[in-house]
């Protein structure tokens, strides 16, 4: 079989977790450091610094294409290895350089086993499940990767963005319904075309001409006026490996440049302040009395869960045990926020999605309580970014264990 590039590496992985018959891929061998610790959580862990932003090359500026800057597709997989078990995925782009590849071993609300592959300017980083250490992919990994994110963004945008000519070789297909562009120092992408001119189709090939993932049985729907590749089917060689449907697509996404690097590869914040990615969740606010006490906040926690239970029992999950609080402007509580320790297995509309997304927080053994603890978090910011309301965590097993959260709006 052809040798995979780095997508169909990632799901001939995730799939081999799920089937023994999957082949393993060369992931799973990848070097990453033994000093890594879990980050898919809000209670951020130590970890050594990655690269610096300013050591890695620059990005190029922002381009507009067929009228969007910024792309942000979500969509649900299934593996031929684990039909029953969905998978999700999202990947998003700021045209030309910048995309993000986020894959949950789950839908993605809840998940804890994710993986994700970043591209800033010409560097791309992986990121791997309970690691907080993201790892530079070089050399035909790096090219690899980058082919697929272009490949993606060929078929998400088709037929702009690339200049598209028709193939001198038509591989016993034919040539007038062929397609092919050439990407430098990476391969090409031939398409195949369907009776209404768009892609049916689409092979990526390496700098050798070797074959990677095929997008195939390519169905397009018209969403917003605008046509869409809103499935299709993922092969490497003769071997199908995941269907694909396409659940969202937001042409209108606000994406700064840090979304597209790892926490560990983002500008230092002011001292004493973490970057987080927060994971999604699902999640409930409610009201607490306009003159609650922080110190309050814990026993009312427990009666709210426990209020829950047969809720809890008919959703067949439970709420995660560790108090989580909105805050306002003055770090006073508002509403407590449950959050669903596992994914509801019957329909729960009343409980939020809140979609993964970045934050900075103040790890402390002490409550925070002043001002100034919300003003380092808020210097952290970019100027112009969207902030979300700040929250604590605190877990009720360690006494000593507070977070202070201020998340980026999502």
């Known amino acids: 079989m052809p040798a995979p590039t780095a997508f169909a590496l990632l799901a001939s992985l995730l799939a081999s977790q799920l089937a023994a018959s999957q082949p393993a891929s060369a992931l799973e061998s990848a070097p990453l450091p033994e000093s890594a610790s879990p980050s898919a959580t809000d209670t951020p862990r130590d970890g050594s610094p990655g690269q610096s932003p300013a050591d890695a090359p620059g990005l190029g500026p922002r381009q507009t294409i067929d009228g969007i800057q910024a792309l942000e597709v979500c969509a649900t997989l299934t593996y031929d290895a684990a039909p029953s078990r969905p998978h999700a995925l999202?990947?998003?782009?700021?045209?030309?350089?910048?995309?993000?590849?986020?894959?949950?071993?789950?839908?993605?609300?809840?998940?804890?086993?994710r993986r994700l592959r970043y591209r800033h300017g010409e560097v791309v980083w992986a990121l791997e499940p309970r690691q907080a250490q993201s790892v530079e992919y070089k050399g035909e990994d790096r090219a690899a990767l980058l082919l697929s994110f272009e490949a993606r963004r060929a078929l998400y945008l088709w037929p702009h963005g690339f200049e598209w000519v028709v193939p001198v070789d038509g591989a016993d297909r034919p040539l007038d319904l062929l397609r092919e562009t050439q990407?430098?120092?990476?391969?090409?992408?031939?398409?195949?075309?369907?009776?209404?001119?768009?892609?049916?189709?689409?092979?990526?090939?390496?700098?050798?001409?070797?074959?990677?993932?095929?997008?195939?049985?390519?169905?397009?729907?018209?969403?917003?006026?605008?046509?869409?590749?809103?499935?299709?089917?993922?092969?490497?060689?003769?071997?199908?490996?995941?269907?694909?449907?396409?659940?969202?697509?937001?042409?209108?996404?606000?994406?700064?440049?840090?979304?597209?690097?790892?926490?560990?590869?983002?500008?230092?914040?002011?001292?004493?302040?973490?970057?987080?990615?927060?994971?999604?969740?699902?999640?409930?606010?409610?009201?607490?009395?306009?003159?609650?006490?922080?110190?309050?906040?814990?026993?009312?926690?427990?009666?709210?869960?426990?209020?829950?239970?047969?809720?809890?029992?008919?959703?067949?999950?439970t709420i995660e045990p560790k108090?989580?609080?909105?805050?306002?402007?003055?770090?006073?509580?508002?509403?407590?926020?449950?959050?669903?320790?596992?994914?509801?297995?019957?329909?729960?509309?009343?409980?939020?999605?809140?979609?993964?997304?970045?934050?900075?927080?103040?790890?402390?053994?002490?409550?925070?309580?002043?001002?100034?603890?919300?003003?380092?978090?808020?210097?952290?910011?970019?100027?112009?970014?969207?902030?979300?309301?700040?929250?604590?965590?605190?877990?009720?097993?360690?006494?000593?264990s507070f977070v202070l959260v201020l998340p980026l709006d999502p």
Request: hydrophobic share 40%.
């Open 183 to 317: 990407l430098p120092r990476l391969g090409k992408l031939r398409v195949e075309l369907d009776a209404q001119g768009r892609p049916a189709r689409l092979d990526a090939l390496g700098l050798d001409g070797a074959a990677g993932e095929s997008w195939r049985a390519i169905a397009w729907e018209s969403r917003s006026d605008r046509w869409i590749p809103a499935g299709h089917e993922i092969w490497l060689g003769d071997q199908r490996v995941w269907t694909e449907r396409v659940t969202t697509w937001d042409r209108q996404a606000r994406l700064l440049d840090g979304f597209f690097l790892p926490a560990d590869r983002r500008p230092a914040p002011p001292p004493g302040v973490q970057h987080l990615d927060l994971p999604a969740h699902r999640l409930k606010r409610v009201a607490l009395p306009k003159d609650a006490a922080l110190d309050a906040v814990p026993a009312l926690f427990e009666q709210e869960v426990a209020s829950r239970a047969e809720e809890m029992a008919k959703l067949g999950t």
């Open 90 to 113: 999202r990947i998003s782009y700021a045209f030309p350089d910048r995309a993000r590849l986020y894959m949950a071993n789950g839908p993605v609300e809840g998940a804890s086993d």
């Open 323 to 400: 108090v989580t609080v909105e805050l306002d402007d003055q770090l006073r509580p508002t509403h407590l926020l449950l959050r669903l320790a596992g994914l509801p297995q019957t329909p729960a509309p009343e409980w939020v999605s809140i979609p993964e997304r970045s934050g900075w927080a103040i790890v402390s053994r002490t409550r925070p309580g002043g001002q100034e603890d919300l003003e380092r978090l808020r210097s952290a910011a970019q100027k112009g970014q969207p902030l979300g309301r700040p929250y604590l965590r605190h877990d009720l097993k360690d006494p000593a």
